[in-house]
Protein backbone atom coordinates (compact mmCIF):
# COMPACT_ATOMS: atom_id res chain seq x y z
CA UNK A 1 0.00 0.00 0.00
CA UNK A 2 1.01 3.51 -0.40
CA UNK A 3 2.62 5.67 2.22
CA UNK A 4 -0.36 7.26 3.62
CA UNK A 5 -0.82 11.16 3.93
CA UNK A 6 -2.24 13.11 7.19
CA UNK A 7 -5.18 15.33 6.95
CA UNK A 8 -5.01 17.54 9.26
CA UNK A 9 -8.68 19.05 10.52
CA UNK A 10 -9.06 22.24 11.92
CA UNK A 11 -11.96 24.22 11.16
CA UNK A 12 -12.85 22.73 8.13
CA UNK A 13 -14.64 19.41 9.63
CA UNK A 14 -16.38 18.33 6.81
CA UNK A 15 -15.76 16.04 3.24
CA UNK A 16 -17.01 18.08 0.55
CA UNK A 17 -15.30 20.93 -0.73
CA UNK A 18 -12.60 20.67 1.91
CA UNK A 19 -9.20 21.12 -0.59
CA UNK A 20 -6.39 19.47 1.87
CA UNK A 21 -8.77 16.16 2.47
CA UNK A 22 -9.54 16.50 -1.51
CA UNK A 23 -5.97 16.91 -2.80
CA UNK A 24 -4.35 13.94 0.33
CA UNK A 25 -6.93 11.10 -0.69
CA UNK A 26 -6.68 12.05 -5.04
CA UNK A 27 -5.56 8.76 -6.97
CA UNK A 28 -6.66 6.80 -3.96
CA UNK A 29 -3.97 7.94 -1.65
CA UNK A 30 -4.43 6.11 1.56
CA UNK A 31 -5.13 8.89 4.01
CA UNK A 32 -5.70 9.60 8.10
CA UNK A 33 -7.50 12.45 9.21
CA UNK A 34 -6.64 13.91 12.62
CA UNK A 35 -8.05 16.79 14.68
CA UNK A 36 -5.56 17.51 17.28
CA UNK A 37 -7.25 20.09 20.40
CA UNK A 38 -3.96 21.89 21.39
CA UNK A 39 -4.93 24.55 23.87
CA UNK A 40 -1.88 25.60 24.52
CA UNK A 41 -0.77 26.68 21.09
CA UNK A 42 -3.84 29.08 20.89
CA UNK A 43 -4.49 32.23 21.96
CA UNK A 44 -7.13 31.62 24.34
CA UNK A 45 -9.40 28.02 25.04
CA UNK A 46 -12.78 27.74 22.96
CA UNK A 47 -15.79 28.96 25.28
CA UNK A 48 -18.27 26.45 26.50
CA UNK A 49 -20.47 26.36 24.13
CA UNK A 50 -18.03 26.25 21.13
CA UNK A 51 -16.94 22.97 22.82
CA UNK A 52 -20.36 21.74 23.36
CA UNK A 53 -20.50 21.99 19.41
CA UNK A 54 -17.28 20.68 19.23
CA UNK A 55 -18.16 17.44 20.86
CA UNK A 56 -20.77 16.78 18.62
CA UNK A 57 -19.16 18.34 15.35
CA UNK A 58 -16.44 15.52 16.03
CA UNK A 59 -18.76 12.43 16.34
CA UNK A 60 -20.46 13.38 12.77
CA UNK A 61 -17.29 13.80 11.00
CA UNK A 62 -16.13 10.57 12.87
CA UNK A 63 -19.35 9.06 11.43
CA UNK A 64 -19.15 10.60 8.30
CA UNK A 65 -15.90 9.28 7.68
CA UNK A 66 -16.06 5.80 9.14
CA UNK A 67 -19.89 5.86 6.52
CA UNK A 68 -16.81 6.22 3.53
CA UNK A 69 -14.26 3.30 5.77
CA UNK A 70 -11.78 6.24 7.03
CA UNK A 71 -10.96 6.33 10.64
CA UNK A 72 -10.94 9.88 12.08
CA UNK A 73 -7.96 9.98 14.63
CA UNK A 74 -8.43 13.06 17.78
CA UNK A 75 -5.81 13.83 19.91
CA UNK A 76 -5.32 16.11 22.39
CA UNK A 77 -1.87 17.69 22.96
CA UNK A 78 1.03 20.26 21.30
CA UNK A 79 0.57 19.46 17.85
CA UNK A 80 3.85 19.26 16.09
CA UNK A 81 5.13 16.44 18.50
CA UNK A 82 1.65 14.59 17.93
CA UNK A 83 2.35 14.95 14.06
CA UNK A 84 5.47 13.95 14.58
CA UNK A 85 4.48 10.74 16.42
CA UNK A 86 1.53 9.91 14.05
CA UNK A 87 4.16 10.23 11.10
CA UNK A 88 6.14 7.46 13.07
CA UNK A 89 3.30 5.81 13.81
CA UNK A 90 1.62 5.43 10.59
CA UNK A 91 4.76 5.87 8.35
CA UNK A 92 3.03 8.58 6.65
CA UNK A 93 4.64 10.92 3.50
CA UNK A 94 3.07 13.80 4.27
CA UNK A 95 0.59 16.28 5.80
CA UNK A 96 -1.97 18.23 4.49
CA UNK A 97 -3.99 21.14 6.13
CA UNK A 98 -6.47 23.99 5.21
CA UNK A 99 -5.03 27.53 5.88
CA UNK A 100 -6.38 29.26 9.13
CA UNK A 101 -6.01 33.40 9.58
CA UNK A 102 -5.07 33.80 13.17
CA UNK A 103 -2.18 35.09 13.78
CA UNK A 104 -0.66 32.73 16.67
CA UNK A 105 -1.74 29.83 13.98
CA UNK A 106 -0.28 31.23 10.92
CA UNK A 107 2.94 31.48 13.21
CA UNK A 108 2.39 28.01 14.84
CA UNK A 109 1.76 26.11 10.94
CA UNK A 110 4.82 28.10 9.63
CA UNK A 111 7.15 26.52 12.03
CA UNK A 112 5.61 22.98 11.29
CA UNK A 113 5.43 23.33 7.82
CA UNK A 114 9.30 24.32 7.97
CA UNK A 115 10.09 21.19 10.38
CA UNK A 116 8.42 18.67 8.73
CA UNK A 117 9.79 20.41 5.28
CA UNK A 118 13.12 19.46 6.63
CA UNK A 119 12.35 15.77 6.95
CA UNK A 120 11.18 15.84 3.68
CA UNK A 121 7.90 15.08 4.06
CA UNK A 122 5.27 16.35 1.56
CA UNK A 123 3.77 19.71 3.14
CA UNK A 124 0.74 21.38 1.56
CA UNK A 125 -1.76 23.97 3.28
CA UNK A 126 -4.67 25.16 1.34
CA UNK A 127 -6.83 27.92 1.02
CA UNK A 128 -10.78 26.72 1.96
CA UNK A 129 -12.39 28.98 4.45
CA UNK A 130 -12.58 31.99 3.18
CA UNK A 131 -13.60 33.17 -0.19
CA UNK A 132 -10.93 35.40 -0.72
CA UNK A 133 -7.45 35.13 1.37
CA UNK A 134 -6.76 38.65 3.18
CA UNK A 135 -3.80 39.59 1.34
CA UNK A 136 -5.45 39.00 -1.79
CA UNK A 137 -7.76 42.11 -1.52
CA UNK A 138 -6.03 45.44 -1.22
CA UNK A 139 -7.17 49.18 -2.11
CA UNK A 140 -5.53 51.11 -5.02
CA UNK A 141 -2.55 51.86 -2.89
CA UNK A 142 -2.03 48.33 -2.24
CA UNK A 143 -3.17 48.41 1.47
CA UNK A 144 -5.86 46.59 3.25
CA UNK A 145 -9.30 47.69 3.30
CA UNK A 146 -11.09 49.35 6.40
CA UNK A 147 -14.40 50.49 5.38
CA UNK A 148 -16.67 47.58 3.94
CA UNK A 149 -18.51 48.90 1.02
CA UNK A 150 -15.43 49.40 -1.32
CA UNK A 151 -14.13 45.94 0.41
CA UNK A 152 -17.04 43.94 -0.61
CA UNK A 153 -16.95 45.73 -4.46
CA UNK A 154 -13.33 45.08 -4.71
CA UNK A 155 -14.24 41.27 -4.05
CA UNK A 156 -17.12 41.27 -6.08
CA UNK A 157 -14.92 42.45 -8.68
CA UNK A 158 -12.40 39.39 -8.42
CA UNK A 159 -15.45 36.81 -7.82
CA UNK A 160 -14.49 35.08 -11.33
CA UNK A 161 -11.53 33.82 -9.04
CA UNK A 162 -13.79 32.16 -6.78
CA UNK A 163 -12.70 28.41 -7.47
CA UNK A 164 -15.52 25.34 -8.11
CA UNK A 165 -16.25 23.93 -5.37
CA UNK A 166 -14.50 20.36 -4.84
CA UNK A 167 -16.89 16.83 -4.36
CA UNK A 168 -16.18 14.86 -1.43
CA UNK A 169 -13.36 12.40 -3.16
CA UNK A 170 -14.61 9.21 -4.07
CA UNK A 171 -13.06 5.78 -2.74
CA UNK A 172 -11.61 7.09 -0.03
CA UNK A 173 -8.62 4.26 1.33
CA UNK A 174 -7.91 4.25 5.47
CA UNK A 175 -4.44 4.83 6.14
CA UNK A 176 -4.69 4.22 9.92
CA UNK A 177 -2.99 1.07 10.51
CA UNK A 178 -5.50 -1.56 12.53
CA UNK A 179 -2.78 -1.22 16.00
CA UNK A 180 -3.45 3.08 16.33
CA UNK A 181 -5.77 3.48 18.85
CA UNK A 182 -7.79 6.32 17.14
CA UNK A 183 -8.60 8.46 20.45
CA UNK A 184 -11.78 9.01 22.03
CA UNK A 185 -13.44 12.36 21.73
CA UNK A 186 -14.96 12.57 25.22
CA UNK A 187 -11.25 12.45 26.82
CA UNK A 188 -11.63 15.66 25.40
CA UNK A 189 -14.13 16.97 28.01
CA UNK A 190 -16.13 19.37 26.37
CA UNK A 191 -19.70 18.76 27.66
CA UNK A 192 -19.69 21.02 30.65
CA UNK A 193 -20.20 19.25 34.06
CA UNK A 194 -23.49 21.00 35.23
CA UNK A 195 -25.47 19.97 32.41
CA UNK A 196 -26.51 23.85 30.36
CA UNK A 197 -26.56 22.39 27.12
CA UNK A 198 -29.71 20.12 27.46
CA UNK A 199 -31.98 22.45 25.62
CA UNK A 200 -29.44 23.27 23.09
CA UNK A 201 -29.21 19.91 21.46
CA UNK A 202 -33.40 20.48 20.42
CA UNK A 203 -32.24 23.53 17.83
CA UNK A 204 -29.17 22.11 15.64
CA UNK A 205 -28.28 19.08 13.36
CA UNK A 206 -24.62 19.31 13.99
CA UNK A 207 -23.64 17.44 11.24
CA UNK A 208 -22.65 18.41 7.25
CA UNK A 209 -25.73 17.11 6.19
CA UNK A 210 -27.36 19.04 8.82
CA UNK A 211 -25.85 22.34 7.38
CA UNK A 212 -26.77 21.84 3.94
CA UNK A 213 -30.23 20.44 4.88
CA UNK A 214 -30.40 24.09 6.98
CA UNK A 215 -29.45 26.09 3.95
CA UNK A 216 -31.73 24.58 1.46
CA UNK A 217 -34.33 25.26 3.85
CA UNK A 218 -33.26 28.72 4.04
CA UNK A 219 -33.09 29.00 0.06
CA UNK A 220 -36.71 27.89 -0.34
CA UNK A 221 -38.67 29.58 3.28
CA UNK A 222 -36.47 32.89 3.21
CA UNK A 223 -33.74 33.77 0.76
CA UNK A 224 -36.27 35.63 -1.43
CA UNK A 225 -37.59 38.46 1.03
CA UNK A 226 -34.30 38.14 2.95
CA UNK A 227 -33.14 41.81 2.36
CA UNK A 228 -36.22 42.90 4.42
CA UNK A 229 -36.92 39.90 6.23
CA UNK A 230 -33.57 39.35 8.08
CA UNK A 231 -34.07 41.76 10.75
CA UNK A 232 -37.10 40.29 12.27
CA UNK A 233 -36.15 37.95 15.08
CA UNK A 234 -39.47 36.17 15.69
CA UNK A 235 -39.23 35.08 12.24
CA UNK A 236 -36.85 31.89 10.89
CA UNK A 237 -35.55 34.27 8.15
CA UNK A 238 -31.67 33.92 8.46
CA UNK A 239 -30.03 30.88 7.52
CA UNK A 240 -28.65 30.23 10.63
CA UNK A 241 -25.31 29.05 9.11
CA UNK A 242 -23.07 30.76 11.63
CA UNK A 243 -22.02 27.91 13.30
CA UNK A 244 -21.61 25.14 10.61
CA UNK A 245 -19.02 28.27 8.78
CA UNK A 246 -17.48 28.77 12.07
CA UNK A 247 -16.21 25.28 12.48
CA UNK A 248 -16.21 24.85 8.23
CA UNK A 249 -18.73 22.08 8.40
CA UNK A 250 -19.61 23.78 5.04
CA UNK A 251 -17.70 26.26 3.33
CA UNK A 252 -18.54 29.64 2.05
CA UNK A 253 -17.50 28.34 -1.89
CA UNK A 254 -20.18 25.89 -1.18
CA UNK A 255 -22.44 28.51 0.25
CA UNK A 256 -21.76 30.82 -2.55
CA UNK A 257 -22.16 28.86 -5.60
CA UNK A 258 -24.96 26.82 -4.23
CA UNK A 259 -26.39 30.44 -4.20
CA UNK A 260 -25.90 31.50 -7.49
CA UNK A 261 -26.79 27.96 -8.58
CA UNK A 262 -30.72 28.08 -6.70
CA UNK A 263 -31.53 31.64 -8.08
CA UNK A 264 -30.49 30.92 -11.22
CA UNK A 265 -33.37 28.19 -11.08
CA UNK A 266 -35.78 30.17 -8.89
CA UNK A 267 -37.20 33.42 -8.83
CA UNK A 268 -35.20 35.31 -6.23
CA UNK A 269 -35.36 39.16 -6.60
CA UNK A 270 -31.56 40.32 -7.21
CA UNK A 271 -31.52 42.23 -3.88
CA UNK A 272 -32.10 39.63 -1.73
CA UNK A 273 -29.93 37.76 -3.66
CA UNK A 274 -26.97 40.33 -3.14
CA UNK A 275 -27.36 40.96 0.25
CA UNK A 276 -27.33 37.40 1.60
CA UNK A 277 -23.95 37.44 -0.13
CA UNK A 278 -22.70 40.48 1.17
CA UNK A 279 -23.53 39.19 4.84
CA UNK A 280 -20.86 36.14 3.82
CA UNK A 281 -19.10 39.33 2.46
CA UNK A 282 -19.08 40.55 6.00
CA UNK A 283 -17.34 37.32 7.16
CA UNK A 284 -14.83 37.90 4.54
CA UNK A 285 -14.28 41.07 5.77
CA UNK A 286 -13.67 40.63 9.29
CA UNK A 287 -11.24 37.79 8.62
CA UNK A 288 -8.94 40.55 6.13
CA UNK A 289 -9.53 43.18 9.65
CA UNK A 290 -7.88 40.04 11.83
CA UNK A 291 -5.39 39.34 9.67
CA UNK A 292 -4.06 42.97 9.44
CA UNK A 293 -5.20 43.36 12.98
CA UNK A 294 -3.90 40.46 14.90
CA UNK A 295 -4.48 41.88 18.44
CA UNK A 296 -8.05 42.47 17.29
CA UNK A 297 -9.56 40.77 20.61
CA UNK A 298 -8.26 43.18 22.96
CA UNK A 299 -7.11 46.62 21.22
CA UNK A 300 -9.71 48.90 19.73
CA UNK A 301 -8.68 49.34 16.09
CA UNK A 302 -8.80 53.31 16.30
CA UNK A 303 -6.35 54.48 19.23
CA UNK A 304 -8.17 57.12 20.66
CA UNK A 305 -10.42 54.19 22.28
CA UNK A 306 -7.42 53.11 24.40
CA UNK A 307 -7.84 54.68 27.58
CA UNK A 308 -11.82 54.98 27.15
CA UNK A 309 -13.11 55.50 31.18
CA UNK A 310 -15.45 52.25 31.01
CA UNK A 311 -17.08 51.34 33.93
CA UNK A 312 -16.54 48.19 36.07
CA UNK A 313 -19.92 47.09 37.95
CA UNK A 314 -19.93 43.01 38.31
CA UNK A 315 -23.37 43.40 39.20
CA UNK A 316 -24.39 45.15 35.98
CA UNK A 317 -22.42 43.07 34.19
CA UNK A 318 -24.19 39.63 35.90
CA UNK A 319 -27.60 41.42 35.30
CA UNK A 320 -26.71 42.14 31.25
CA UNK A 321 -25.43 38.44 31.04
CA UNK A 322 -27.91 37.10 32.55
CA UNK A 323 -31.21 38.73 30.67
CA UNK A 324 -32.32 40.62 33.59
CA UNK A 325 -31.49 44.10 32.87
CA UNK A 326 -35.67 45.17 33.07
CA UNK A 327 -35.20 45.91 28.86
CA UNK A 328 -37.34 42.80 27.56
CA UNK A 329 -35.20 43.41 24.34
CA UNK A 330 -32.07 43.01 25.52
CA UNK A 331 -33.28 40.49 28.34
CA UNK A 332 -35.16 38.09 25.55
CA UNK A 333 -31.82 38.31 23.62
CA UNK A 334 -29.60 37.31 26.26
CA UNK A 335 -31.72 34.61 27.23
CA UNK A 336 -31.86 33.34 23.33
CA UNK A 337 -28.28 33.03 23.85
CA UNK A 338 -28.33 30.81 26.65
CA UNK A 339 -30.54 28.81 25.57
CA UNK A 340 -30.11 28.12 22.25
CA UNK A 341 -25.92 29.63 21.93
CA UNK A 342 -26.54 31.77 19.21
CA UNK A 343 -28.85 35.74 18.92
CA UNK A 344 -30.15 36.99 16.25
CA UNK A 345 -27.95 39.57 14.58
CA UNK A 346 -30.20 42.33 15.23
CA UNK A 347 -30.41 41.63 18.76
CA UNK A 348 -26.77 41.30 19.32
CA UNK A 349 -26.81 45.08 18.18
CA UNK A 350 -28.98 46.10 20.42
CA UNK A 351 -27.59 44.25 23.22
CA UNK A 352 -24.14 45.11 22.58
CA UNK A 353 -25.71 48.76 22.38
CA UNK A 354 -26.90 48.62 26.14
CA UNK A 355 -23.82 47.16 27.67
CA UNK A 356 -21.51 49.41 25.82
CA UNK A 357 -23.25 52.85 25.40
CA UNK A 358 -26.14 52.60 28.34
CA UNK A 359 -23.97 50.54 30.86
CA UNK A 360 -20.86 52.07 29.50
CA UNK A 361 -18.83 48.82 29.93
CA UNK A 362 -16.10 47.88 27.53
CA UNK A 363 -16.81 45.89 24.31
CA UNK A 364 -13.98 43.56 25.68
CA UNK A 365 -16.24 42.18 28.15
CA UNK A 366 -19.04 41.89 26.01
CA UNK A 367 -16.60 39.70 23.21
CA UNK A 368 -15.92 37.53 26.17
CA UNK A 369 -19.43 36.81 27.08
CA UNK A 370 -20.52 36.22 23.96
CA UNK A 371 -16.80 33.76 23.26
CA UNK A 372 -18.07 31.89 26.13
CA UNK A 373 -21.72 31.40 24.82
CA UNK A 374 -22.09 31.52 21.02
CA UNK A 375 -21.73 28.53 19.22
CA UNK A 376 -20.90 30.35 16.34
CA UNK A 377 -18.03 32.44 18.44
CA UNK A 378 -15.87 33.39 15.49
CA UNK A 379 -12.27 34.97 16.43
CA UNK A 380 -12.86 37.31 13.70
CA UNK A 381 -16.69 37.91 13.56
CA UNK A 382 -17.12 38.59 17.15
CA UNK A 383 -14.12 40.77 17.89
CA UNK A 384 -15.10 42.82 14.65
CA UNK A 385 -19.18 42.97 15.54
CA UNK A 386 -17.76 44.48 19.10
CA UNK A 387 -15.34 46.65 17.64
CA UNK A 388 -18.34 47.72 15.57
CA UNK A 389 -20.28 48.06 18.70
CA UNK A 390 -17.87 49.68 20.41
CA UNK A 391 -17.46 52.58 18.12
CA UNK A 392 -14.04 52.10 17.84
CA UNK A 393 -13.33 49.37 15.02
CA UNK A 394 -12.68 49.91 11.46
CA UNK A 395 -16.18 50.83 9.49
CA UNK A 396 -17.74 51.10 13.07
CA UNK A 397 -21.55 52.51 14.49
CA UNK A 398 -20.65 56.13 15.14
CA UNK A 399 -20.99 57.16 18.88
CA UNK A 400 -23.82 58.50 18.49
CA UNK A 401 -25.70 55.93 17.31
CA UNK A 402 -27.18 54.36 20.14
CA UNK A 403 -30.07 51.46 20.01
CA UNK A 404 -33.32 52.45 21.95
CA UNK A 405 -34.25 49.46 23.71
CA UNK A 406 -37.80 49.73 23.88
CA UNK A 407 -38.65 51.12 20.14
CA UNK A 408 -36.37 48.99 18.48
CA UNK A 409 -39.08 46.00 19.36
CA UNK A 410 -41.85 47.90 17.87
CA UNK A 411 -39.42 48.76 15.26
CA UNK A 412 -38.19 44.87 14.04
CA UNK A 413 -42.08 43.62 15.25
CA UNK A 414 -40.39 41.76 18.27
CA UNK A 415 -43.76 41.15 20.05
CA UNK A 416 -44.01 37.16 19.53
CA UNK A 417 -39.30 36.70 20.12
CA UNK A 418 -40.09 38.49 23.71
CA UNK A 419 -43.10 36.72 24.41
CA UNK A 420 -41.20 33.49 24.05
CA UNK A 421 -38.09 34.16 25.97
CA UNK A 422 -39.42 36.48 28.78
CA UNK A 423 -42.24 34.29 29.62
CA UNK A 424 -42.80 36.05 33.01
CA UNK A 425 -44.17 39.22 30.85
CA UNK A 426 -45.62 37.42 28.53
CA UNK A 427 -49.73 38.38 29.65
CA UNK A 428 -48.62 41.98 29.36
CA UNK A 429 -50.26 43.98 26.32
CA UNK A 430 -48.23 44.89 23.44
CA UNK A 431 -48.40 48.67 24.43
CA UNK A 432 -46.60 48.02 27.41
CA UNK A 433 -44.43 45.04 25.93
CA UNK A 434 -41.03 46.63 25.65
CA UNK A 435 -41.04 48.96 28.78
CA UNK A 436 -43.49 46.85 31.25
CA UNK A 437 -43.43 49.15 34.21
CA UNK A 438 -45.27 51.75 32.64
CA UNK A 439 -47.68 49.16 32.74
CA UNK A 440 -50.57 49.43 35.53
CA UNK A 441 -49.71 46.12 36.18
CA UNK A 442 -46.40 45.36 36.49
CA UNK A 443 -45.15 41.68 37.20
CA UNK A 444 -43.49 41.84 40.45
CA UNK A 445 -40.86 38.91 39.19
CA UNK A 446 -39.68 41.24 36.50
CA UNK A 447 -36.94 43.51 37.32
CA UNK A 448 -37.27 47.68 37.13
CA UNK A 449 -35.08 48.67 33.98
CA UNK A 450 -31.35 48.54 34.95
CA UNK A 451 -31.06 52.44 33.68
CA UNK A 452 -32.94 54.74 32.43
CA UNK A 453 -33.04 54.74 28.74
CA UNK A 454 -32.71 58.42 28.28
CA UNK A 455 -30.44 59.17 31.31
CA UNK A 456 -27.86 55.87 29.75
CA UNK A 457 -27.97 57.84 26.38
CA UNK A 458 -26.77 60.91 27.46
CA UNK A 459 -24.22 59.83 29.67
CA UNK A 460 -23.21 57.25 26.51
CA UNK A 461 -23.18 60.52 24.67
CA UNK A 462 -21.41 62.62 27.06
CA UNK A 463 -18.53 60.24 27.39
CA UNK A 464 -18.27 59.02 23.69
CA UNK A 465 -17.89 62.76 22.94
CA UNK A 466 -14.44 62.61 24.86
CA UNK A 467 -13.09 60.28 21.83
CA UNK A 468 -14.19 63.36 18.87
CA UNK A 469 -11.76 65.44 20.14
CA UNK A 470 -8.99 63.04 20.35
C1 LIG B 1 -21.68 42.05 18.68
C2 LIG B 1 -21.71 41.06 17.56
C3 LIG B 1 -21.05 39.84 17.69
C4 LIG B 1 -21.06 38.90 16.65
N1 LIG B 1 -20.39 37.72 16.82
C5 LIG B 1 -20.37 36.81 15.81
C6 LIG B 1 -19.67 35.59 15.95
O1 LIG B 1 -19.02 35.32 16.95
N2 LIG B 1 -19.72 34.71 14.92
C7 LIG B 1 -20.41 34.97 13.76
O2 LIG B 1 -20.40 34.14 12.85
N3 LIG B 1 -21.03 36.15 13.60
C8 LIG B 1 -21.05 37.06 14.58
N4 LIG B 1 -21.74 38.24 14.42
C9 LIG B 1 -22.34 38.55 13.11
C10 LIG B 1 -23.81 38.09 12.92
O3 LIG B 1 -24.59 38.49 14.01
C11 LIG B 1 -23.95 36.58 12.73
O4 LIG B 1 -23.03 36.12 11.76
C12 LIG B 1 -25.35 36.22 12.26
O5 LIG B 1 -26.30 36.67 13.19
C13 LIG B 1 -25.43 34.73 12.09
O6 LIG B 1 -26.73 34.34 11.76
P1 LIG B 1 -27.05 33.70 10.36
O7 LIG B 1 -26.09 32.60 10.07
O8 LIG B 1 -28.49 33.37 10.35
O9 LIG B 1 -26.76 34.91 9.37
P2 LIG B 1 -27.25 35.22 7.90
O10 LIG B 1 -27.99 36.50 7.93
O11 LIG B 1 -27.93 34.07 7.31
O12 LIG B 1 -25.87 35.50 7.14
C14 LIG B 1 -25.13 34.47 6.47
C15 LIG B 1 -23.72 34.41 7.01
O13 LIG B 1 -23.06 35.65 6.78
C16 LIG B 1 -22.17 35.94 7.86
N5 LIG B 1 -22.61 37.18 8.51
C17 LIG B 1 -23.86 37.65 8.63
N6 LIG B 1 -23.86 38.85 9.27
C18 LIG B 1 -22.57 39.11 9.57
C19 LIG B 1 -21.91 40.19 10.22
N7 LIG B 1 -22.56 41.26 10.68
N8 LIG B 1 -20.57 40.12 10.39
C20 LIG B 1 -19.87 39.07 9.90
N9 LIG B 1 -20.44 38.02 9.26
C21 LIG B 1 -21.77 38.05 9.10
C22 LIG B 1 -22.26 34.79 8.83
O14 LIG B 1 -21.22 33.88 8.55
C23 LIG B 1 -23.62 34.20 8.51
O15 LIG B 1 -23.73 32.84 8.84
C24 LIG B 1 -21.75 39.20 15.44
C25 LIG B 1 -22.42 40.43 15.32
C26 LIG B 1 -22.41 41.33 16.36
C27 LIG B 1 -23.13 42.63 16.20
Excluded at 400 to 410: E, L
Excluded at 459 to 467: D, G, H, N, R, V
Amino acid sequence: MTDPIIVWLRHDLRLRDNPALYHAAYNKTPIIPVFIYDPEAMDRDYGGAQKWWLHHALHALRKDFKDHGVDLVVRQGDSLEILNTLISETNAKGVYWNRSYEAWSIDRDAHIKEVLKDRDLDVQSFKANVLFEPWTVKNGSGDPYRVFTPFWKACRAQEEAIEDELPVPNSMVNGAPSSLNIGDISDFDFLPDIRWDKKMADHWDISENGAWERMHTFFKDALGGYKDDRNIPSRDTTSRLSPYLRWGIISPRSIWHATHDYCSNHDVPQKDKDHFLSEVGWREFSFHLLYYNPNMKDDPLQDKFKNFPWDQDSGVLKRWQKGQTGYPMIDAGMRQLWQTGWMHNRIRMIVGSLLVKHLLHSWIEGEQWFWDCLVDACPANNTAGWQWIGGCGADAAPYFRIFNPITQGDKFDAYDYVRQYVPEIAHIEDKYLFEPWESPNPPANYPAPIIDHKEGREKALAAFETTKEK
